[in-house]
């Protein structure tokens, strides 16, 4: 099912998550998730944009370009940023509109559960650890305007209330 996507400046966006509990419900949101996500189209979606306050997002960094491989993080944990920092650009399907320049870690190891109770654990590199962070965000309340510098925010939050 296609689930409707909060847009900025809905407050609960901006609220830190609560953890999430591995249930039946729980796998339905993360597939209704998914199938939102594709339908957007995106690359990555948490919890909090579709109004649920959890610990949970999903991802496929490639599936523009090749074979979906999708990820479904539970209750993931940033263990270690990695490499250098690099500024590229990112766009949000809460925020539509203005693609901002982002600085993130080059790589991130992710910690999560999957959906059928089992620890995972990755180095993710490249767009994929660029797109992992920005969910991550999410699930803190963190939005891509949140790190941007203040002419840069104004010339966003600008672009998006036009």
Same mark, same amino acid.
């Given at each position: 099912?296609?689930?409707?996507?909060?847009?900025?400046?809905?407050?609960?966006?901006?609220?830190?998550?609560?953890?999430?509990?591995?249930?039946?419900?729980?796998?339905?949101?993360?597939?209704?998730?998914?199938?939102?996500?594709?339908?957007?189209?995106?690359?990555?979606?948490?919890?909090?944009?579709?109004?649920?306050?959890?610990?949970?997002?999903?991802?496929?960094?490639?599936?523009? %370009? *090749?074979?979906? !491989?999708?990820?479904? @993080?539970?209750?993931?944990?940033?263990? +270690?940023?990695?490499? /250098?920092?690099?500024?590229?650009?990112?766009?949000?399907?809460?925020?539509?509109?203005?693609?901002?320049?982002?600085?993130?870690?080059?790589?991130?190891?992710?910690?999560?559960?999957?959906?059928?109770?089992?620890?995972?654990?990755?180095?993710?590199?490249?767009?994929?650890?660029?797109?992992?962070?920005?969910?991550?965000?999410?699930? %803190? *309340?963190?939005? !891509?305007?949140?790190? @941007?510098?203040?002419?840069?925010?104004? +010339?966003?939050?600008? /672009?998006?209330?036009?």
């Amino acid at each position: 099912m296609i689930l409707p996507i909060l847009r900025w400046p809905d407050p609960v966006l901006t609220t830190p998550c609560a953890p999430a509990v591995l249930s039946d419900d729980l796998r339905a949101l993360a597939d209704d998730m998914l199938d939102t996500m594709y339908a957007a189209p995106g690359r990555g979606l948490a919890a909090p944009q579709v109004g649920r306050l959890l610990r949970l997002f999903v991802m496929d960094a490639g599936w523009k %370009d *090749g074979p979906r !491989t999708p990820r479904v @993080l539970v209750n993931p944990e940033v263990v +270690e940023l990695m490499g /250098a920092r690099v500024v590229g650009p990112e766009g949000c399907l809460s925020i539509p509109g203005p693609v901002t320049q982002v600085e993130r870690a080059e790589a991130v190891r992710m910690r999560w559960t999957d959906l059928d109770g089992g620890p995972q654990e990755a180095v993710l590199t490249g767009f994929e650890a660029i797109c992992a962070q920005h969910e991550y965000d999410h699930l %803190d *309340g963190i939005l !891509t305007l949140d790190r @941007l510098s203040p002419q840069a925010r104004a +010339e966003a939050e600008a /672009a998006v209330l036009a």
